[in-house]
């Protein structure tokens, strides 16, 4: 399956070339009161690059909310959005790497800020006992920590590309990061009231090291850090084999994930299900995690209730 979308995203991206053969050489910055024209990889990227623009930008996310990046192909109209763009918001440690050969077709001109630049990151793996591109960890912003740092990288980005609102975006994001110091707060507080012997999550695919390292959970998954890396038979029984012997109290699917896997691990290992996680993706406008704070307070609920004693 993997092998197909690679294949497949070579296709794509050969069409792409020729579509923006008659596009501009570069993005153009308009004068006066324009937005900034800003293309984020995801949707919590995107939601960053909003809450520290504010007015100012007007942010496309290629990968839209509910939707899985880890597997995304590029559709047409994605390279001359980058064509287009002032500046592009990537994560960077290998989770959207597919960018650096669309921003090639595109022959985009606009500079590439890396959020997680910075970020102290933590192992990684394929889900086969391997890393290859995956030897870092790439879901940083499971940390609210390391979204700090995601902040002020879109926030010097933004600076840098739009200098005459260079203060603004500090202000934005001045502000911001005291809503994340809320956050960080009130995550600490309620998962430090959780029974030790119940602080462990199961999941669909490793995308919550980070927060386990920041609270103090155990995460287990039945995938490895990419939802590429198909969940093995062997490695499903001895998670089952696991779950049973640890007690563990609850497994949790995730937004973007086909909830089948986790149904059969509840179902074989004894343990409820203790409701929907947000991994790698917002919900839709008006869902309840359709910002990167509320997709946070969402993940905090859910896990408390599942796991309190």
Same mark, same amino acid.
Request: glycine share 10%; hydrophobic share 45%; no cysteine.
């Given at each position: 399956?993997?092998?197909?979308?690679?294949?497949?995203?070579?296709?794509?991206?050969?069409?792409?070339?020729?579509?923006?053969?008659?596009?501009?050489?570069?993005?153009?910055?308009?004068?006066?009161?324009?937005?900034?024209?800003?293309?984020?990889?995801?949707?919590?990227?995107?939601?960053?690059?909003?809450?520290?623009?504010?007015?100012?930008?007007?942010?496309?996310?290629?990968?839209?909310?509910?939707?899985?990046?880890?597997?995304?192909?590029?559709?047409?109209?994605?390279?001359?959005?980058?064509?287009?763009?002032?500046?592009?918001?990537?994560?960077?440690?290998?989770?959207?790497?597919?960018?650096?050969?669309?921003?090639?077709?595109?022959?985009?001109?606009?500079?590439?800020?890396?959020?997680?630049?910075?970020?102290?990151?933590?192992?990684?793996?394929?889900?086969?006992?391997?890393?290859?591109?995956?030897?870092?960890?790439?879901?940083?912003?499971?940390?609210?920590?390391?979204?700090?740092?995601?902040? #002020?990288? $879109? &926030?010097?980005?933004? =600076?840098?590309?739009?200098?005459? @609102? !260079?203060?603004?975006? +500090?202000?934005?994001? %001045? #502000?911001? $990061? &005291?809503?994340?110091? =809320?956050?960080?707060?009130?995550? @600490? !507080?309620?998962?430090? +009231?959780?029974?030790? %012997?119940?602080?462990?999550?199961?999941?669909?695919?490793?995308?919550?090291?980070?927060? !386990?390292?920041?609270?103090?959970?155990?995460?287990?998954?039945?995938?490895?850090?990419?939802?590429?890396?198909?969940?093995?038979?062997?490695?499903?029984?001895?998670?089952?084999?696991?779950?049973?012997?640890?007690?563990?109290?609850?497994?949790?699917?995730?937004?973007?994930?086909?909830?089948?896997?986790?149904?059969?691990?509840?179902?074989?290992?004894?343990?409820?299900?203790?409701?929907?996680?947000?991994?790698?993706?917002?919900?839709?406008?008006?869902?309840?995690?359709?910002?990167?704070?509320?997709?946070?307070?969402?993940?905090?609920?859910?896990?408390?209730?599942?796991?309190?004693?």
């Amino acid at each position: 399956m993997i092998s197909t979308r690679r294949a497949g995203l070579t296709t794509i991206l050969a069409g792409l070339a020729l579509m923006v053969a008659t596009a501009s050489a570069g993005p153009v910055r308009a004068e006066g009161a324009e937005p900034l024209k800003v293309v984020a990889t995801f949707s919590i990227l995107a939601d960053l690059a909003r809450q520290v623009g504010g007015a100012h930008v007007a942010v496309t996310s290629l990968v839209g909310p509910d939707s899985d990046a880890h597997s995304y192909a590029p559709a047409p109209a994605d390279a001359r959005r980058i064509a287009e763009a002032d500046i592009v918001i990537v994560n960077g440690l290998g989770f959207d790497g597919w960018l650096d050969r669309l921003v090639k077709v595109s022959a985009a001109k606009a500079p590439v800020v890396v959020a997680a630049r910075g970020v102290r990151t933590i192992a990684g793996d394929d889900g086969h006992g391997h890393g290859h591109a995956h030897d870092v960890d790439p879901h940083a912003w499971q940390s609210v920590a390391n979204v700090r740092v995601y902040v #002020a990288n $879109i &926030r010097d980005g933004l =600076a840098k590309a739009d200098p005459a @609102r !260079a203060k603004v975006y +500090a202000g934005n994001a %001045e #502000a911001y $990061i &005291r809503q994340l110091d =809320a956050l960080d707060g009130e995550m @600490r !507080a309620t998962l430090a +009231a959780l029974p030790p %012997e119940r602080r462990r999550i199961i999941t669909s695919h490793d995308a919550f090291g980070y927060l !386990a390292e920041a609270y103090g959970l155990v995460v287990l998954a039945a995938q490895g850090v990419s939802t590429e890396s198909e969940a093995s038979p062997k490695g499903i029984a001895s998670l089952i084999r696991q779950i049973r012997r640890e007690r563990v109290p609850a497994v949790f699917v995730e937004s973007i994930a086909d909830p089948r896997l986790m149904e059969q691990v509840a179902r074989e290992s004894g343990a409820r299900l203790g409701g929907r996680l947000y991994s790698d993706a917002l919900s839709a406008p008006g869902g309840p995690a359709s910002t990167y704070l509320d997709l946070m307070r969402a993940n905090l609920r859910t896990i408390a209730e599942a796991l309190k004693g």
